[in-house]
């Protein structure tokens, strides 16, 4: 359950923070827009391995309280552990966007 909070601070820190400061700095490119771009990017990195961290670990849990390793609770921690990199995906997607606006707005700056 606190993976789909943690998720939620991914799209919110890596997602709307870095994607509005980088559209930000691609209308106005100043360098404290950049300044900020940087912890940001930082935070969406962290929250996003933070997230990642707590879907292995719940999906290993699942497992442990499983008991024997049934086939049915190998497949419940396996599709558990696809979903942990959902969080990874979503964050380096959207600071993936957001640096190619930063890289936009710097070529318009010079």
Do not use: H, N
Not at 40 to 68: E, N, Y
């Amino acid at each position: 359950m606190i993976g789909i909070y943690l998720m939620g601070f991914v799209i919110l820190v890596a997602g709307v923070g870095g994607l509005g400061t980088a559209i930000a700095y691609l209308i106005s490119p100043t360098e404290r827009k950049l300044a900020l771009m940087r912890p940001l990017s930082l935070a969406g990195i962290f929250a996003a391995v933070c997230s990642f961290s707590v879907g292995v670990a719940t999906a290993l849990s699942g497992l442990a309280d499983a008991g024997a390793p049934t086939a049915e609770a190998v497949q419940m921690m396996v599709a558990g552990l696809a979903e942990a990199f959902i969080p990874l995906f979503a964050a380096f997607a959207f600071l993936s966007v957001a640096w190619l606006l930063v890289a936009a707005g710097m070529r318009r700056s010079a």
